[in-house]
């Protein structure tokens, strides 16, 4: 199957940006998305990106894929204490049938 | 209006107990899923059904049993629970290759 791996934790001051990466194995996906995952909730989706394209700016989020290298980033710029959460890459990977893989998420902790 | 709803959110039963999880989707959508996620906060997927078909059964034990009786709603049956059981247990819903909505999920705690 297919291998999604992000870092476990990540630990940035506030106002600083986060930086959290995600790589894949083997197999593309039409779309790439960036879920968050608040203590005790459900995940909300943050942003997602076409899989021919190679950045996408949505407010404080910047989304990057390098497909060559199966790398997907999420920049988030002025972090603030409120993006304190687990944040999940996620793709409709070839051969995985009409299904979400997700990555094994990153903890993000935002210090003041 | 809540687009995905999952009931109960904590759900605290005896292991041997026969246990339900109900979820309904007000989108519209043709797929909907089950996903695990464990202590490690990992998630995987566990069921889809396609307009009440079932289409991916991710090696889940035989305990498990998913039933759709229209494509708004996909309720998860488990026999037997186990203490391995415990988890947290997400609905989702898509409409092709589009986003995901989730469910708030439901806390299962096997005692």
């Known amino acids: 199957g297919e291998d999604v791996e992000q870092s476990l934790f990540l630990s940035v001051r506030e106002g600083d940006s986060s930086v959290i990466n995600c790589t894949y194995t083997d197999s593309s996906s039409t779309y790439l998305y960036w879920y968050k995952q608040e203590p005790g909730a459900g995940l909300q989706l943050l942003t997602y990106?076409?899989?021919?394209?190679d950045m996408k700016q949505d407010q404080r989020l910047t989304v990057l894929l390098n497909k060559k290298d199966k790398h997907l980033s999420l920049r988030i710029a002025d972090t603030q204490t409120g993006d304190s959460a687990i944040y999940f890459c996620?793709?409709?990977?070839?051969?995985?049938?009409?299904?979400?893989?997700f990555g094994t998420g990153t903890q993000l902790k935002v210090e003041l | 209006d809540t687009a995905v709803s999952q009931t109960p959110k904590y759900l605290v039963t005896q292991m041997g107990n026969d246990k339900s999880i109900k979820c309904e989707q007000n989108?519209?959508?043709?797929?909907m899923y089950w996903y695990k996620q464990d202590s490690k906060k990992f998630l995987k997927i566990m069921f889809s059904y396609n307009n009440k078909e079932l289409i991916i059964n991710e090696t889940v034990p035989n305990r498990f049993s998913p039933k759709s009786p229209d494509k708004a709603h996909l309720n998860l049956h488990i026999n037997s629970l186990e203490l391995g059981d415990s988890a947290v247990y997400f609905c989702?819903?898509?409409?092709?290759?589009?986003?995901?909505?989730f469910g708030q999920g439901t806390r299962l705690t096997v005692v």
């Open positions: 996620a793709g409709n990977f070839t051969g995985g049938g009409n299904k979400l893989t």
């Open positions: 990106i076409f899989s021919n394209m």
């Open positions: 989702a819903s898509t409409q092709g290759e589009r986003q995901a909505f």
């Open positions: 989108l519209g959508h043709d797929t």
